[in-house]
């Protein structure tokens, strides 16, 4: 069934880069999405100027309410769904010991592990976030419970197993041997991939090669693994890790990486040279289809290769807040020409919205020391949370924002949902010269807007339900 949905819009159009986010920012205050039979978008404009065709459609009112595109997530954890705000004594390696490997653990119990697909599902919806990458659990039960229910869902997913063979003890439960690492990711492709181009070009969920971290393998197993990515990779399969999180002197991430294999950089772990002085070992994981998460503390030679490799960031400010693992370099990083996304990683973010990841995202930029301070614009905002997340998983063609021909992925945010964001919409000064206003009612919308004015997220034209939690 067509429909036309009637709602305030705003959206980046074209394929513009973050810098010309704001010259590619469409408002339309009482505005019209005409969503095709297909769940492809067929018309996007202002209401007064609907199509012919538009007078067929069942029209869908959203008053007083806004229209975005739906939210990208570049980088969140299935099997952290439940323990979001632990207390781990220390940064990232400690609350991973101490808190996170054991909680991912429970997952080996089938009923927990559906369950907490379940509230997975929930969550992302309620969040407003239509597409998520998403690091999966080491558990092949687990994770075949999470295909199963988001197809049921109709989320738009890459996900794969989170791959560890070597680790501390409390990382034992999620070790495997080698083999059975290569063997179960393998699997999982070859079970739930979509192989074939043309099904892969209607697919709404896709496989990822995620090997946790670099500290997570051996050589050999970054080998092997590399070999398994090298044979899938023109079946469109992706790749996510960590890249340079914690840069704790001597004991934390970065350094720890260096030290273990004797790399020049982290990322040359990742891009096939893994060998002690960076000598090539097997190929490497870096491309259009392959996301880093974090990149807080990149060398301009790792950001230059993932540049020209085409590797995008997962931009994660809420957990470097509450990890301590610093604040990326904003403007460096876009100077060099990575693609940045937005991440909530879950449950190192302790935030699934979106729009509050990019409110901490305003924040700790605006405040980065002396010159490298930047003050994002709204436009730059909404570009970070959608198209970018788009991009970086190689899906612009068909979501991140409303152009005619895209599939037909939004939220609807209510601003009576929540009095400070109606207060704000409504009292708060705005500049009159029009284009100005635009903006700063763009800024008040997504920095003010909390989770419970999602009245409805829509993928592919459909409109997605969350479920009753599972007992
Ligand atoms: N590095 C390795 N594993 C993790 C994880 O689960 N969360 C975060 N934030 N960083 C990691
Ligand atoms: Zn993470």
Aim: aromatic share 8%.
């Amino acid at each position: 069934m067509t429909e036309l949905h009637r709602a305030h819009i705003f959206h980046i159009c074209g394929s513009p880069v973050v810098a010309d986010a704001a010259r590619h920012l469409e408002h339309y205050p009482d505005g019209g999405l005409l969503v095709d039979d297909d769940g492809c978008i067929a018309w996007c404009g202002p209401w007064a100027e609907r199509p012919p065709a538009a007078g067929a459609a069942t029209v869908v009112d959203h008053p007083d309410s806004f229209l975005l595109p739906g939210f990208v997530d570049t980088h969140l954890h299935f099997p952290q769904v439940n323990c979001i705000d632990s207390y781990g004594g220390g940064q990232l390696l400690e609350w991973l010991n101490h808190c996170i490997f054991p909680s991912e653990a429970k997952l080996a119990d089938p009923g927990f592990a559906r369950g907490a697909a379940a509230e997975f599902c929930n969550r992302m919806i309620s969040a407003g976030t239509t597409t998520g990458l998403v690091f999966g659990s080491q558990f092949p039960d687990a994770q075949d419970g999470l295909h199963e229910e988001v197809r049921r869902r109709g989320l738009r997913l890459v996900t794969g197993r989170t791959t560890q063979t070597v680790g501390p003890p409390s990382a034992e439960p999620l070790l495997t041997s080698e083999a059975d690492a290569i063997r179960l990711t393998a699997e999982e492709i070859e079970r739930w991939h979509p192989l074939d181009e043309a099904a892969r070009a209607e697919a709404l969920v896709q496989v990822a090669v995620v090997p946790r971290f670099t500290l997570s393998l051996t050589t050999t197993t970054l080998a092997a693994l590399g070999e398994l990515y090298e044979a899938y990779r023109d079946k469109g399969v992706y790749f996510t890790s960590h890249l340079n999180e914690n840069n704790r002197p001597g004991t934390g991430e970065i350094d720890t990486v260096k030290q273990t294999f004797s790399v020049e950089h982290y990322l040359d772990t990742y891009d096939g040279r893994f060998l002690p002085g960076s000598e090539v070992g097997g190929p490497g994981f870096l491309g259009r289809r392959s996301v880093m998460a974090h990149g807080v503390h990149c060398t301009d030679a790792e950001l230059a290769r993932l540049a020209e490799t085409g590797t995008s960031i997962a931009h994660c400010p809420v957990s470097q807040l509450f990890l301590g693992s610093g604040t990326m370099p904003w403007r460096r990083t876009i100077a060099a020409g990575v693609n940045v996304a937005l991440g909530s990683d879950v449950a190192g973010g302790d935030e699934w919205f979106l729009p509050q990841v990019l409110n901490s995202c305003f924040k700790v930029h605006i405040s980065e020391p002396g010159g490298a301070s930047v003050s994002l614009h709204p436009a730059e905002l909404l570009f970070t949370g959608t198209l970018a997340g788009a991009r970086a998983l190689d899906l612009e063609d068909r979501i991140g924002n409303l152009d005619a021909g895209k599939e037909a992925d939004f939220v609807i945010i209510d601003p009576s949902r929540w009095p400070t964001l109606e207060n704000s919409l409504r009292w708060g000064s705005r500049p009159a010269e029009p284009e100005a206003a635009r903006d700063a009612l763009l800024f008040t919308l997504l920095m003010a807007a909390r989770e419970v004015t999602v009245a409805a997220t829509y993928v592919r034209g459909r409109r997605l339900r969350t479920a009753e939690p599972v007992a």
